[in-house]
């Protein structure tokens, strides 16, 4: 199976990518492609909706590089800690540039809504635990990005309470 992980945490020794070793025992793939977006030259969509209207973005950075392993991916695998109830600016960032894909799949209508063999796995590390709804903020954008590149089939994961435990005893 093609898996690609978008890891929006900024610390690549930190919780998220900690937790992640985990999560990615589950798998047998030997097919893994892993982004750690910090590293990546991507700008914030600012709005233009080119995209609406051609179905391209105008900047060229490394937002390319995502979009095509996106593509080729059968698992996306989103990966972020939870930051003032929300993704990270960096997660955010990415989510925003695939308004290109989501212009293609329903404005434009030049691809299919729904690929149905795509799945997703929304990843997050917190340091509290949920009580009412604080991480909705990380749920819904997600949704949408994953709705964005045709997947509606995916799994929420979120390890909470991820600072006052070693990570392997709480996942
Ligand atoms: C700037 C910042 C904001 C945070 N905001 C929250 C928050 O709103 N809710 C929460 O449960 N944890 C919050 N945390 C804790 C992180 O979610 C937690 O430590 C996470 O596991 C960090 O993952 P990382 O090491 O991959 O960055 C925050 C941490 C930082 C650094």
Redesign the pocket.
Known sequence: MKIVILNA???KE????KALTYLLERYKSDDISSFDLVDYDIKHCMGCLNCSKTGECVFGDDMDIIYDAIDAAELLIFTT?????SVTSIGKQVIDRFQRNYARRFILKSKPKVDADKKGILFA????KEKNH?FDGVRMPVDLMFKANGIREYETII??D??KHDIENIF
């Open positions: 945490s900024p610390r930190g919780n998220t990518n800690p939870v930051y003032f109830n590390t917190a340091g509290s604080e390890v909470e991820a600072d």
